[in-house]
């Protein structure tokens, strides 16, 4: 009998040993993956990217415990091109999602799905906005809740696992974080896990929790000062002023009577971005809540945390409100990540895009890259530097006949200039101006230089460097095809794609 007790004390201890060792293989380099993208979030509404007003301790506990990057762009400013971007690590013009109302090719890889074939298991919640009436599970993960198109912030319909849409009463963002916590404990616990959460916040229409609705209600919000600065700047800048995406227009809703040019409409500018703040206090909560998670149950340092937005936002820059453009407010997203391979407390100045977010994670959990793709992994460029890393990319956004506010642009970022072209869409010669910034010196991008002669031969440069880069993704005038420009239009968006 005691013999027999002994033993199995022996097989219990080496059950014990056994899982030890398989904690300790995915510490190792293996680590869980949690990955959050937020909707539409400008880095500077975030204290570590430099919010004067906006406090998000949790978020920047993580910058200080990780790498915060601080030159992040997307490559296209568009909701669903910029998510099927982040997760197959391909243009827009490769993975052929090229506005809000396509669905992500159920049959082009992702990140989260080369983790699950190499032995992970996968979760997503949240936002995924990709086919706008479609709430069914995507292929690549072991459990999948999301709603169709934008959701609400509150009471949204989920469906989770296809088991149909269902109320679940609450804020967007308390419910996304609950339902992530929920799925963490209840998961296959046999493999390491990688879990996305789309967040809704904090893209429009901006309602803040009720516990921070006046928490800037002191703070004064002026337009911009280059919303007064248009002079050597292209026609239709002038013409979106007034347009859903400009700052004299209804601010998705905010201004009840408009186009309003008055100063005193000002007041519509302040409160809608005084709600979009609002939206990211509870962002910076559920990243406290799940930060605390794994803290309580010893994953945190073998999980790797990965912040994100999926595009830019202007909010008055320019007389703009909305994305799409390739003016840096548009095209800046925050990129925060912490974990076993990354260093503590760095900041990155590198170039770095949501293309490369893919191959970042996959070496990252040492699984297989993902074949012909456009981005590449920083891992080793955070670590130890890269003299290689790009210094130079191209930016892409097709016009779209729902949103005629922004024409077809094709730019290119270097890590001083940017150069913007609007290509007209059937090969004729270009019909809206260059934009030639100096990053440097105009970080604001106030002094339009294309039509300096001082700066002729530094436009022709960047103008073939743009078209050498292009024609490198087998891009020519020929080949990258785009809709044709019909032009600025002041008619509102149809209500049901807002
Ligand atoms: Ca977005």
Redesign the pocket.
Known sequence: MFEHFKRSLLVVGLLGVMVVATDRLWAADRPNVLYILC??LRPDALGCYGSAHVKTPNIDRLAGEGVRFANAFCTTS??SP??ASILSGLYAHRHGVRDNFTELPGRLPHWPGRLRESGYVTGYVGKW?MGEDNDAPRPGFDWFATHKGQGKYFDTEWNIQGAGAQAIPGYYTTVVTDLAIDWLKQRDRSKPWALCMGHKAP?SFYTPEQKYQHVFDEVRVPYPASAFKLDGKPEWIRQRLTTWHGIYGPLFDWRKTFPDTRPEAVKDFENMVHGYWGTVLSVDDSVGRMLEYLRSTGQLDNTLVLFM???GLLEGEHGMVD?RTAHEPSIRIPIVARGPGLPRGKVVPEQVLTIDIAPSVLDLCAAAPLPSIQGRSWRQMVNAGDANWRKAWFYEYNYEKQFPYTPNVRAIRTDRWKLMRYPHGDGSPDKHLVELYDLQKDPQELRNLSGDPAYASRRAELEQQLTALLAAEGLTSESDRMPLDEGIQSRLPDQKIR
């Open positions: 909707d539409d568009l909701c910029s998510r906005h893209h937005g999926d595009n994305k």
